[in-house]
């Protein structure tokens, strides 16, 4: 069972999304929250999985709060959920220590599956969001990789670090979204990461 926590001082979001993840039966809602202080309170009572955290909330932030719950020490995933998608606060959610970042226009499947991701360790983010977080301002950002990855493995991680999709990542160099899916994986494997967010994550630091 997913133990989930919601944080949201919009009422009738928060009421849809709580109603989202009940109907899934491996999911349980063990608490709401409408302002950062409670979220901070409740992740420390409830001792949720996942926590989706909206970011505008009045008085603490979304981002504050998600720094004080991840500082407490629990395994607990926080999943920043908002309608802002700008480079700042992409950046400071991640430095608070978010596991990912979805955004609010989302369907109820796609937050419902990013909070199963983020539950299961992986990371998170919307589209559009990938290429702010692992993106360099300046360009294109040099990707450091061992001998273990051929040359076109380095181009298909290179452009994963952009955030490019299947399909981007097949027009741009000219193969089939099949052929890219199966770089893909023995990216994943060769790097032994769960998903492209780490292999990209692992790329931007130099860390492969």
């Not at 505008?56 to 991840?70: D, F, H, K, Q, Y």
């Not at 407490?72 to 908002?82: E, I, K, Q, R």
């Not at 360009?139 to 670090?161: C, K, P, Y």
Request: net charge negative.
């Amino acid at each position: 069972m997913i133990r989930v926590l919601i944080v949201d001082d919009h009422p009738i979001f928060r009421d849809g999304l709580a109603g989202s993840v009940r109907r899934e039966p491996d999911f349980e809602v063990v608490g709401v929250a409408d302002s950062g202080e409670s979220a901070v309170e409740l992740a420390a009572a409830a001792n949720p999985d996942v926590v989706l955290m909206d970011l505008n909330l009045p008085g603490m932030s979304g981002v504050e709060a998600t720094r004080r719950i991840v500082a407490g020490g629990s395994a607990v995933a926080v999943l920043a959920l908002t309608m802002v998608d700008d480079d700042d606060t992409v950046m400071a959610v991640v430095r608070a220590g978010a596991c990912g970042y979805i955004l609010k226009g989302s369907s109820g499947a796609e937050i419902v599956a990013a909070t199963r991701t983020a539950a299961s360790g992986g990371a998170v983010f919307g589209p559009g969001v990938a290429a702010a977080v692992l993106g360099s301002a300046g360009g294109r950002r040099q990707i450091v990789v061992n001998g273990g990855l051929t040359e076109r493995e380095r181009d298909v991680l290179s452009m994963i670090a952009e955030g490019a999709s299947n399909a981007q990542i097949a027009r741009a160099l000219g193969l089939s979204v099949k052929t890219v899916q199966n770089y893909v994986s023995r990216v994943l494997d060769k790097l032994q990461v769960a998903d492209r967010t780490q292999a990209a994550i692992r790329a931007r630091d130099g860390k492969v």
